[in-house]
């Protein structure tokens, strides 16, 4: 067999095998690496390139090598599985770096972490003012996770008492300028809805590069050329918006009107649309 044949095959042997042992590992290999996992990584590397290109050894020994090591990790993470101590040994614990809007150099240096190294990890999170910060921790992965003091945090919904409509995961139904019919059925709509939606919006099947439907029955739309403005959506804001008018009316009626038995019923009336007003805001305004 000629040399350069002979090298194609371990080749292409050896990145099947590699292939093989990487998914025996599993996707934290890829994910995140561990110091043992790191080390693995280069080895198994070496490994696989000097029994691509040795020719006078037996493959089967570079195979048992790469075995071996690739075997290493999986049974170190068992390990961490069973035991919080070779966990700790293994992986590292994580590092308070700041604590109540002080900087605890001594941890920082421990960890070898600069005061410039910090700062630009926290503008990466938008954080620019260490007294800002409840708390600041090293992970044992080496990121750096951030909880900022309650007078800082965001505003949520939460936060003012308003009902939000749970997310979920829009469904693609055009891309690259065809309908995609699994995704339709998910949500119960075919192409006839597609195709009606994209006359109201004035925009052609194949000038759409992404078709996306929420929730709420919207289809979002984007073009290939950017220039072109889509009309947004205004079915949902419409229809509250008529709600609210009726509401309105309700109350109006009962106001103007003087007869006593009809007043209550406009009363009742207004104040049971307005109950289901405030139950359908949230999936109406998002």
Sequence with gaps: MPDWLNIVIRSVGALLYLFLLTKVIGKRQIRQLTYVEY????????????????????????????????????????????????RNLLEGNATVLIKDGKILEDNLKSQRVSTEELMEQLREKNIFRVAD??????????????????????????????KVSPAEEPQAVIMDGMIMDEPLATIGLNRNWVRSELEKAGVALENVFLGQVDKGGQLYLDLYDDKLKVPQPLAMKLTFATLK???????????????????????VDAEGLQSIINEVEPLLLR
Excluded: N
């Excluded at 693995?40 to 790469?66: K, N, W």
């Design 39 to 86: 080390i693995v990584g280069i080895t198994i590397g070496s490994i696989a390139a000097f029994m691509a290109t040795e020719l006078d050894g037996p493959i089967y020994h570079s195979l048992i090598s790469l075995t071996i090591f690739a075997m290493f990790p999986v049974l170190l993470e068992w390990l961490s599985l069973k035991s919080k101590k070779a």
């Design 133 to 162: 910060v409840e708390f600041a921790l090293m992970e044992a992965s080496g990121s750096i996770s951030v909880l900022l003091k309650s007078q800082h945090q965001p505003l949520t919904p939460q936060h003012l008492g308003l």
């Design 245 to 267: 008018k009726c509401q309105a009316d309700l109350e109006l009626f009962a106001l103007s009107t003087k007869d006593e038995r009809m007043k209550r019923v406009y009363q």
